[in-house]
């Protein structure tokens, strides 16, 4: 039996696309979904699965309809033929119930890692040219030893509070004490008595 499986990802788009190409591919039995797929809990998927029996094909209109990343896509297609359960996508063509579909499958999955590995060999890469030029990665630091000179010359005036120091000074109270510890002791015990 083939069982459809139609997703999008608000409650404003229609899924009825799909749930015409499932029908036409004769699908005895479809579940709908509305919710984003990078959502881990997909209520219907989950029905879906638990209402196919072996020797059942999970049917889908689009691959992206089914997973988000090619590694998710590849586990849940393994899951599903470790329960005797097939896998078909209508628009790339994929029918994992015979020998070519899964050759297919695999060969898509394989050029799939091998194409993250070289985006990671070129970000590597990047990252290591930066190095040499004597740039660092990651965020610029917001908080100079500059700023914590005036934090503590403003903490000098026994009328400004923590809290009024970092407004000054553009930052919050926790990354002022995360940048200059010994400031807790003047607070009296924590950002929180500081008015």
């Not at 499958?105 to 394989?110: D, K, L, V």
Request: with cysteine; charged share 25%; proline share 3%.
């Amino acid at each position: 039996m083939l069982v459809g499986y139609a997703r999008v990802s608000t409650v404003e788009q229609n899924p009825q696309l799909q749930l015409d190409a499932l029908m036409a591919a004769g699908c005895g039995k479809v579940f709908v979904e509305k919710v984003s797929g990078t959502k881990i809990n997909r209520a219907e998927l989950t029905t879906a699965l638990e209402y196919m029996r072996p020797g059942d094909t999970l049917t889908v209109w689009k691959l992206d309809r089914l997973a988000r990343s090619m590694k998710q896509l590849i586990t849940t297609v393994e899951d599903l033929k470790a329960q005797g359960i097939g896998f078909r996508s209508l628009t790339e063509a994929i029918d994992t119930t015979n020998a070519a579909g899964e050759l297919f499958f695999h060969i898509f999955g394989a050029l799939a890692q091998f194409e993250r590995s070289i985006i990671r060999e070129r970000t590597n890469a990047g990252l290591a040219a930066s190095l040499a030029r004597g740039r660092k990665g990651g965020r610029k630091q917001r908080v100079t030893s500059d700023d914590i000179s005036a934090a503590i010359a403003l903490l000098g005036d026994p009328k400004i509070s923590v809290r009024k120091a970092a407004r000054r000074l553009g930052i919050s109270v926790s990354t002022l004490y995360r940048h200059a510890p010994g400031l807790r002791s003047r607070a009296g015990g924590g950002p929180s008595t500081q008015k």
